[in-house]
């Protein structure tokens, strides 16, 4: 769909000037320096010929078809220029020119002009305000950037200019090879979204990395990368803060939650690999473009330095990778290569003294063991390593078979020529062998993931008619609060159990609702207003008569009074007193970006302050669920500790997948809480005991 950009038959550069030094100079010298193969026109109204090529005054005035136009003229000439291009069939516009959305009031106009003439002829554009797309494998390069990578298989995008030409630069400098170059801009319409949907079926992209600052459309991306990831590994780097939206928020989850957390969660979700620095991107990308899978997360390890051996090791396990335990045999083979001194296990010593003999038996017979996915090989430069004909080894071995080769060799001028051999082999060079760590979990999380079936999503048989019913009566009183008595109705609808409880009004009431539900009961300050109940005092345990509840009942109203003067008040609520378990939160916030963010976590009145807590978007799978579970601290509470009975785990299982389900069925619920779910042991289920729900205002949101 973007082949216009990618391999076009015919270009024309808008704006190509005839002064080096100007960016409609570079562009096209940069088209004709680097290769391009198709036909190039330049257009200047005031040149008759730019750069030996002949020069047209409008692309209306070029006598052959133009596939792609790219754009450098300044900004108020772009919606004439895009109409030209339309009547002249373009397919695709790059705009490089600036002063559009970034620049304020006025080119947010310009730029919906320009997006608009667009759409209206067909025409796909990228940016505007960008550097541009280099496509080494067609060969074309249509930037302005200083330079042209060598081929190979990264396909990077990025939101960030600046980070496209250090990124190039560090390209050139250490021949790094990719395969598409995108300079995303202001994304006016082509967006992450479109490229990876593109390049996930380029053959010769093998990994997608992304810089992102912002998505427009989190829930896209999210249904597009899950399917992009089966297949092709995609790492992002997320950097910036995206609007938060400026609704105040009123939950626990919503304190919690924020983008970042949305972020992560949808990077979690769909198998994006988060790169936490360019450096991380960098190291996951090399590895994944230029070696073979990691089928597993056993690792063997080769060096000439107990050192650096063990660093890798602690690196291996911390990151839940595995030191590799070696066969028998292996071990034997590599008593009789290495001499007496040497460590035949693994991590394998070959001891300072090596050369390259010694590195060939160990490699060779570490690849040929089959309790080894992958190999990480250290050299340290001493008296008499030889690091080229090493490299050369290395470099062979690697080739010959199918598993994952790395290369640390350590240090800088004495190894730069061994490094240079070894990436000439395509063997990634990790100066620190943890980052050499780092990038093979990036591949065992790859590889699990797409092992992994693809996830499902459970449907209970619920009520919504009495849920739509519920929010309409609310929302006609004008409320966007649920009361009590509104939560319980919404809840049992979706099948979760509830204590029994019944709103009091006054003392007699209190006492009536008491008698009918028994002691000992709860009594707890019922008041939109007031979010959480026990800060002010307002909510007692295990009431055991009528005494005790006519004079809570009057203390509750006062405290929530004097807590605050113009409190709605609705009256006490009388619940009925439910047995003590662990108590967790499972609770939903909407992201501007993503949509229902749901958390779950260790609830109760400390979840502020503990923050032990996890995020996913909504819907989310028994499997995702499960893994929410494990991912908090004190999981192992959950599990049972000293003794303990583990806590009824299917039971929360089902209360998430049920939240879930609540949430992506009514998008109008801006926020939710259930806190405490009170949980009981193995197989006797779990009670809300506390919840609170928040709609949305009626369409008042306009993006
Ligand atoms: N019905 C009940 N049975 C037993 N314990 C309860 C009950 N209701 C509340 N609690 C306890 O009181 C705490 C606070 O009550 P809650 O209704 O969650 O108010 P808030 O969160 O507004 O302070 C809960 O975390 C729970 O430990
Ligand atoms: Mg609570």
Not at 321 to 338: F, H, N, S, W, Y
């Amino acid at each position: 769909m973007l082949e216009a950009f990618f391999t076009p038959q015919s270009v024309a550069v808008i704006g190509a000037a005839r002064k080096p030094g100007k960016l409609g100079y570079g562009v096209l010298s940069n088209i004709l320096q680097y290769g391009y193969s198709g036909k190039v026109y330049p257009i200047n109204p005031k040149a008759e010929e730019i750069l030996g090529l002949k020069s047209y005054p409008s692309v209306l005035d070029v006598p052959d078809p133009v596939e792609l136009a790219i754009i450098v003229i300044p900004n108020k000439f772009v919606p004439q220029v895009m109409e030209e291009c339309g009547k002249k069939g373009v397919k695709g516009a790059i705009i490089i020119s600036a002063g559009f959305r970034e620049a304020g009031m006025e080119g947010i106009k310009l730029e919906r002009q320009v997006l608009d003439i667009a759409k209206q002829y067909g025409i796909r554009i990228v940016g505007p305000n960008c550097l541009g797309i280099i496509s080494t494998h067609t060969p074309l390069n249509a930037s302005f950037a200083a330079g042209m990578p060598p081929k190979g298989g990264i396909a990077f995008m990025s939101q960030s200019g600046a980070l496209c030409t250090a990124i190039l630069d560090w390209a050139l400098s250490e021949e790094i090879g990719f395969s598409q170059f995108v300079s995303l801009g202001n994304k006016a319409d082509v967006d992450e979204v479109d490229l990876l949907q593109a390049w996930e079926k380029d053959e010769n992209s093998r990994v997608i990395i992304v810089y992102m600052e912002g998505l427009k459309d989190g829930q896209k991306f999210m249904r597009v990368a899950r399917e992009v990831t089966q297949r092709t590994p995609v790492v992002a780097v997320k950097s910036g803060n995206t609007a938060a939206g400026s609704r105040a928020v009123s939950s626990h989850t919503g304190t919690l939650a924020g983008s970042e957390r949305a972020y992560e969660a949808a990077f979690q979700q769909t198998g994006v690999l988060r790169a936490n620095s360019i450096e991380h991107l960098f190291d996951y990308s090399l590895a994944f473009a230029y070696q073979p899978p990691l089928k597993g997360r056993s690792i063997a390890i080769v060096t000439n330095a107990g050192g650096p051996g063990i660093m890798a090791t602690d690196a291996l396990e911390r990151s839940g990778m595995k030191l590799a335990t070696l066969q028998p045999e292996t071990i034997e083979t590599l008593r009789q290569g290495l001499p007496p001194a040497a460590n035949v296990f693994n991590p394998i010593d070959v001891i300072g003294d090596a050369l390259t003999d010694r590195y060939a038996h160990a490699l060779k017979a570490a690849l040929e063991d089959k309790n080894v996915d992958g190999v990480i090989v250290i050299l340290t430069p001493q008296v008499y390593t030889q690091i080229e004909e090493t490299a050369e080894v290395v470099g062979r071995l690697a080739a010959a078979q199918d598993k994952p080769v790395l290369g640390s060799f350590m240090g800088q001028q004495k190894v730069g020529p061994g490094i240079k051999i070894l990436n000439r082999h395509s063997i990634p060079n990790y100066v620190f062998p943890e980052r050499a760590v780092g990038a093979f979990e990036a591949m065992a999380e790859f590889w699990e993931r797409g092992q992994r079936p693809a996830p499902q999503y459970e449907h209970f048989q619920v009520d919504q008619e009495t849920v739509r019913q519920v929010f309409d009566r609310v929302r006609g009183e004008g409320r966007l609060a649920l009361g009590d008595a509104e939560s319980r109705e919404i809840m049992e609808a979706y099948g979760l159990r509830i204590p029994r409880s019944i709103l009091a009004k006054n003392a007699d009431e209190a006492v009536a609702a008491a008698e009918n539900i028994g002691y000992p009961v709860v009594m707890k300050i019922a008041s939109p207003d007031i979010l959480h109940k026990s800060d002010i005092g307002g909510v007692r345990l295990n009431i055991r008569d009528a005494d005790q509840v006519r004079d809570f009942f009057d203390l509750l109203i006062y405290r929530a009074q004097r807590y605050m003067a113009d409190a709605r008040i609705w009256g006490v609520l009388i619940q009925e007193m439910a047995a003590r378990g662990k108590e967790v939160i499972i609770g939903v916030n909407r992201d501007p970006q993503f949509g229902p963010l749901l958390m779950f976590g260790l609830g109760g009145i400390y979840v502020e302050v503990l923050q032990d807590v996890t995020f996913r978007i909504a819907p989310v799978s028994r499997q995702e669920a499960t893994e929410m579970i494990d991912e908090i601290r004190s999981y192992h509470l959950l599990r049972g500790v000293r003794g303990e009975k583990p806590a009824d785990l299917k039971a929360i299982i089902d209360t998430i997948l049920r939240v879930s389900q609540l949430v992506t069925d009514f998008p109008e619920i801006v926020e939710m809480d259930i806190n405490p779910l009170t949980v009981y042991d193995e197989g006797r289920g779990a009670v809300a005991v506390d919840m609170r729900f928040v709609l949305k205002e009626k369409e008042s949101k306009q993006e």
